[in-house]
């Protein structure tokens, strides 16, 4: 029989599994702000009412991604109001996922009560790129406001995102939660989704096929766990951390090559015979665009999953002298969410070993300062709205 403590507890839990929905949404929601450049205010906002196709989620958890602070600090790539983000009531956040609370006109896909997971971006519907698929190269990006509105959506890019208590979302970005996943494994979907659009793109199927990622962080090591889902062999992941690497040895790299002991093309050429078939580079530097060239087959395909901070020189000859096709992604594009939810419900592999911290939402700049500097080894920071201690423990 369950302790008064575990009676507590969960009936602590469904309390806040069930505030907040249907005839309890209030009317204000507290939201972070950004106001000036790395500064974030706590502030009360009204909460957003749901249109057509659109549903009213509570967020129930939030994980920070890079690019966040990113926004923070420079504010691309967010786009308010046609310009950067600051001192314009935006509330950034993107990984997040929650529960429904309210729903909008002829929405019937979900019912309050339900918890779902979001992509990004829903784009504007209409434009050449989004009739393609290809949302997330929407050529409408940022056009949502005034006369400029075409109906572009991107919740903590170009509307408001998940660092609050309510979010607007379109249907088409939601994905449902299995009951057995947790709060904070569903944000990682959109990390995970990433990696699986990167290999949408290099060819989807890759089985037998030899991968190889560059850079363990949260994205490089779920594609290291997708790759390794989808049957490629082998899979080698390339990292200078090695508490990272360890992590991308348990999601299934079947090499590990830390470029500080050896060198990366040498090795990469030495297990695979002529090159790898497909290279993920999830760093993003001058040396590892170089480094993708260079240790790829010919006939190959290379993903480049992260954003340089500055232009870069490479290699261009010998990308096509050897026939090397180059990719270029952004987000999770082309529904690769629900693809990635799938392989995660079957447990194919454990997102979870990337999230390292959690702090409650009142504790945000803390979280980003974990995240920003690695404190303690932190590789994917969670806020949780239902989190009420502080100390940054999983």
């Known amino acids: 029989m369950p302790d008064d403590l575990s009676r507590n507890q969960n009936a602590h839990s469904a309390k806040t599994r069930t505030a907040g929905l249907g005839e309890q949404v209030p009317e204000t929601m507290q939201a972070w702000v950004l106001g000036d450049p790395g500064e974030l205010t706590l502030r009360d906002k009204p909460v957003p009412t749901p249109g057509r196709a659109e549903v009213l989620v509570r967020v129930d958890a939030v994980a920070i991604c890079a690019t966040d602070l990113e926004i923070l600090q420079y504010g691309t790539p967010a786009m308010i109001e046609g310009g950067k983000p600051f001192n314009k009531n935006f509330t950034p956040g993107h990984e997040y996922m929650g529960t429904v609370a309210a729903l909008g006109p002829g929405v019937d896909q979900f019912a309050v009560g339900d918890r779902v997971t979001v992509e990004v971006h829903a784009g504007c519907g209409q434009c050449k790129r989004c009739r393609m698929g290809m949302y997330t190269s929407c050529h409408n990006y940022g056009q949502n406001y005034g006369d400029h509105d075409k109906g572009h959506r991107a919740n903590g890019f170009t509307t408001d995102g998940g660092f609050a208590q309510y979010v607007v979302n379109n249907v088409n970005t939601m994905i449902p939660v299995p009951d057995a996943m947790s709060d904070e494994e569903a944000t990682l979907v959109v990390t995970a ?52 690497n360890e992590i991308g040895r348990k999601l299934g790299a079947d090499y590990i ?17 002529k090159g790898a078939d ?18 790829t087959n010919r006939g190959g395909r290379i993903c480049l999953a992260a954003f340089p901070k500055s232009a ?11 026939n090397i096709y180059l990719y270029g992604i952004r987000g999770e594009g082309r529904s690769a969410t629900h693809r990635a939810m799938a392989f995660m419900a079957e447990r194919r592999f454990d997102a979870g070993l990337v999230h390292s911290h959690t702090f409650p939402m009142d504790e945000l700049p803390t979280a980003l300062k974990y995240a920003a500097e690695r404190i303690d080894d932190a590789l994917k920071v969670v806020v949780s709205m239902h989190k009420t201690t502080s100390g940054g423990d999983k």
């Open 193 to 244: 989704g990433t990696s699986m659009y990167g290999m949408t793109e290099l060819g989807g199927l890759v089985a037998g096929e030899s991968v190889v990622v560059i850079g363990p962080g949260p994205i490089g090591l779920l594609a290291v766990a997708v790759a390794k889902s989808l049957g490629a062999s082998p899979v080698i992941l390339i990292g200078t951390r090695d508490s990272r």
């Open 257 to 273: 090559i830390n470029p500080k002991n050896e060198d990366a093309v040498a090795r990469v050429k030495e297990l695979t015979g």
């Open 278 to 295: 497909y290279v993920v580079d999830c760093a993003g530097n001058e040396t590892t665009v170089n480094q993708s060239v260079h240790m």
């Open 312 to 322: 870069v020189n490479f290699d261009l000859g010998a990308l096509a002298v050897n």
